[in-house]
């Protein structure tokens, strides 16, 4: 008996110990969850503190893009006389010693960029010279007087190929700058 007392005993105290630890975890988890809660509480609190967005925010968008778009526009001259542009375009080319084979220009069209009417008078150049000198006058485009004067395309041949129909080839390079300038629409 006395051996079935002490396995009792035994199997008591084992299960003291096994319900201590246990009921220690549960505290554990009750503290941390405790401090959750507190922490959730403190969040919802700051995030109170942030006030709401007003309902009239996205019609203050929308002026707000409407201004900077008119602040662009009025940027645009009203008109840009065309000898004037041409002009520009070849006393670049002569100081920077490029060579302008043809330049053709198109009749001034309306075009429509994302529901805005501009006037674009669109200009193709094929240009003959040094690739630093070729360089050097498509970046003169850039900064230029005429503040929406765009670099549409630039197409840049190796010296010995051929611009089509143009006749020119030789050590140079050879290449093709399409520019667009862009003015206020008509009212």
């Given at each position: 008996m006395s051996r079935i007392r002490t396995l009792g005993i035994f199997l008591v105290v084992l299960l003291l110990i096994g319900l201590t630890y246990t009921g220690m975890g549960y505290l554990k988890e009750r503290n941390g969850q405790k401090a959750l809660i507190t922490k959730m509480n403190d969040i919802n609190s700051m995030l109170s503190l942030i006030p709401s967005p007003s309902a009239d925010l996205p019609q203050r968008l929308?002026?707000?893009?409407?201004?900077?778009?008119?602040a662009k526009q009025s940027v645009l001259a009203a008109d840009v006389d065309t000898t004037q542009v041409i002009k520009t375009v070849l006393a670049a080319a002569g100081e920077c010693n490029v060579n302008i084979i043809p330049l053709n220009t198109d009749a001034w069209t309306n075009v429509a960029i994302e529901g805005i009417n501009y006037r674009v008078l669109t200009i193709s150049l094929s240009v003959q010279g040094s690739l630093a000198n070729l360089t050097t006058f498509v970046n003169r485009f850039y900064g230029n007087e005429f503040t929406a004067l765009v670099v549409e395309t630039v197409t840049?041949?190796?010296?010995?190929q051929q611009i089509a129909g143009s006749g020119a080839t030789g050590a140079d390079y050879t290449g093709i700058i399409g520019l667009g300038i862009y003015t206020q629409a008509a009212k």
């Amino acid at each position: 008996m006395s051996r079935i007392r002490t396995l009792g005993i035994f199997l008591v105290v084992l299960l003291l110990i096994g319900l201590t630890y246990t009921g220690m975890g549960y505290l554990k988890e009750r503290n941390g969850q405790k401090a959750l809660i507190t922490k959730m509480n403190d969040i919802n609190s700051m995030l109170s503190l942030i006030p709401s967005p007003s309902a009239d925010l996205p019609q203050r968008l929308v002026d707000a893009q409407k201004a900077n778009l008119a602040a662009k526009q009025s940027v645009l001259a009203a008109d840009v006389d065309t000898t004037q542009v041409i002009k520009t375009v070849l006393a670049a080319a002569g100081e920077c010693n490029v060579n302008i084979i043809p330049l053709n220009t198109d009749a001034w069209t309306n075009v429509a960029i994302e529901g805005i009417n501009y006037r674009v008078l669109t200009i193709s150049l094929s240009v003959q010279g040094s690739l630093a000198n070729l360089t050097t006058f498509v970046n003169r485009f850039y900064g230029n007087e005429f503040t929406a004067l765009v670099v549409e395309t630039v197409t840049i041949n190796q010296p010995g190929q051929q611009i089509a129909g143009s006749g020119a080839t030789g050590a140079d390079y050879t290449g093709i700058i399409g520019l667009g300038i862009y003015t206020q629409a008509a009212k």
